[in-house]
């Protein structure tokens, strides 16, 4: 450009002068490098020594000497103690039965006699009993609430009127009051006095037979007691007395 000042060139031998050193330090590498690979070449090989740590390995060896065997001990038998016991699991108990509550029986009716001249008839009854030798009757409560019935039953209607039929027979009266079985009625009506209205049954082969009968169980005995007035108007302590003498079915 016309502002641009020409640089001035170096002559001829100015500008090869770097060139060739470097060409000049170029072949001092090259012959340098040729000649180490020639005196590793022409080095004579030398024979190796063995290493201490061979010899040592060598003088160490011992020389092998031939084993003798030796017999095994046969092991002493150690005895076998015997198994520990194992409890065996046991079967479990079977469950108690459960309690069976039956609820009691109901107490039979009271067999006792409905007032005192009953219950001395009936003794005395059995006391004749013993006598001919025959067991004494049982006091039943069917039997006596129904001979009860019936003497009361009699008395308000005449007690000197005897009749075995004024509410049905002796079995139906007995049947009535719970009995189950055959019976046999005697009646009598006199003093309030067990003795005299025993000794009047037994007087009477009919009643005698009934009281002395041996098919006989069971017994009941009742007696109403009143005053009795006849028709003159006199007034008389009077007992109605009916005995049953049963046969259980």
């Not at 194992?86 to 609820?103: E, G, I, R, T």
């Not at 075995?164 to 006199?190: I, N």
């Not at 009143?226 to 003159?232: I, K, T």
């Amino acid at each position: 450009m016309p502002r641009d000042t020409p640089r001035p060139r170096l002559p001829l031998c100015g500008r090869i002068r770097p060139w060739s050193g470097l060409l000049i330090v170029f072949l001092a590498f090259v012959v340098a490098s040729a000649g180490v690979e020639y005196a590793s070449s022409v080095r004579p090989t030398a024979t190796p020594r063995p290493t201490a740590r061979a010899l040592r390995a060598i003088v160490s060896t011992p020389t092998p000497v031939p084993a003798i065997p030796v017999p095994t001990p046969e092991p002493t038998p150690i005895p076998a103690s015997p198994p520990a016991p194992v409890a065996l699991p046991q079967s479990p108990a079977p469950a108690p039965p459960q309690p069976v509550f039956d609820p009691p029986p109901a107490p039979p009716p009271s067999a006792a006699a409905h007032n005192e001249l009953s219950a001395s008839v009936m003794s005395l009854v059995n006391q004749k009993r013993a006598e001919g030798g025959l067991p004494s009757l049982t006091p039943n409560a069917a039997l006596i609430l129904a001979a009860q019935r019936y003497a009361e039953l009699h008395f308000e209607a005449e007690p000197y009127q005897l009749s075995h039929a004024l509410d049905g027979t002796p079995g139906d009266r007995a049947a009535r009051a719970g009995y189950s079985g055959g019976v046999g009625e005697v009646l009598v009506t006199a003093e309030a006095n067990s003795q005299q209205l025993v000794d009047l049954w037994m007087s009477s082969p009919p009643h005698q037979s009934i009281i002395m009968g041996g098919q006989y169980a069971d017994i009941g005995v009742g007696c109403a007691v009143g005053l009795w007035v006849d028709p003159n108007g006199n007034a008389f302590e009077t007992a109605r007395c009916v005995g049953l003498a049963g046969v259980p079915y």
